[in-house]
């Protein structure tokens, strides 16, 4: 395959040939690999255009952006030729990436062009993919904004085989008012869980009457996160996926082992039964017994808890078996609310509510962090409604 090489003005810049090019455009889907634009319409005509530039991740001359030491003109001629070099960009994006080279890395762009190839590949193999309901949880009561897109969901379930059926559904849970998060915010709360739920989990089945499996990513409190788990139920077919700290939905180990859970049982007594759920942070028995004195503490752990916790739906699976029979035979001892003060990443909180759905139907009381980072009794969670 021949190489043309530039006039003087740019010496030692290479261009990919034609065939290349075409394959860059068919492996990319004629979508922008940044932004996602369809960049074979033109948006203003609605006319088939291909207004897409191939781009390069490693420069096609030794002196361009995220040009690396030993990225001579032999690397560059090469590299120009390679498909695994090249992504498919608008011109915004284009632009983007080479002036602010330091902002779009070699690495972030390599495993940006990576992911869009996978899309495409399961979006190209949608009959072989499991079609589902996508649903976003957004809290309200956070000084910061909370932020998931529905795109970022759309991206993870692609990765994973799930079709998206329909438009992601966004929920966003309400701000609390001058009164904070009282009995009355939380009866609002759950009406709008209750409502926005029911409608939409009553409609899922495929345009052929298939049934459809449930994507959920929720970035919310613990009480809000149980409370849309239990109204999702126990029954459903659902998959979780979880935020980590640079924003993605992307598993961060898929072959990680469960961590190991440890249970501590309450000892005997005449107290109120605490349950600690002790999975992103650890939690003081000072701070319990402030909120609820002569509390009998049952502690669920792992020897390091940390936010990160949930590495693949490994670790929401095995939470799952290893607390089900510790609260059967919590919930057996007592015939009063057995109060939950929590410290555990969003889909473990989810996962929690919908465990509590139909085989625990034992009253709980919710405990939330207040005003001066105190616990205070936030939600009473009975039997699903």
Known sequence: MAFTKKSSKKAGRFS???????????????????????????????????WAE??????????GPRATLGHDEDAAKRLTADPGNLMLLCP???????IDADGYPLEDLSRQHRDHMERVRFAARRGETQRATGLVVLGGHFATENVVRARDLADAMLSEGLWAEGPIHVLKLRRPGDRGRDDLYWRAVEQDIDEELRDRLSKRTSADGDPLSLAVVGLADIPSLIRVGRQLGDRSNRFLYSKDRSGGLRWTDPDAPPPTWTYTPAPSGDGPLALVLALSAE????????????????RFTVPLPEYALVRNRNTIDSFRSA?????????????????????MPAAIAIEFGALLSTQHAHPYRIY??????????????????
Request: glycine share 8%.
């Open 92 to 98: 915004s994006c284009h632009e983007k990436i080479d």
């Open 16 to 50: 990919t040939p034609e065939p290349v090019r075409q394959l860059v455009w068919v492996r990319a889907g004629g979508h922008c690999e940044q932004c996602g634009a369809d960049v074979t319409q033109d948006f203003r005509t609605g006319k088939t255009f291909r």
């Open 283 to 298: 939690l003081a028995d000072d701070a319990i017994l402030q909120a609820l004195p002569g509390a009998r503490i049952a």
């Open 323 to 343: 607390l089900q029979p510790q609260l059967s035979q919590l919930e057996a001892s007592t015939s009063e609310p057995i109060h939950l003060f929590a410290a």
């Open 54 to 63: 191939v781009a390069h991740v490693l420069p096609a001359s030794p002196q």
């Open 368 to 385: 939330d962090r207040g005003d001066g980072n105190r616990f205070v009794p936030m939600m009473d969670l009975g039997p699903r409604r």
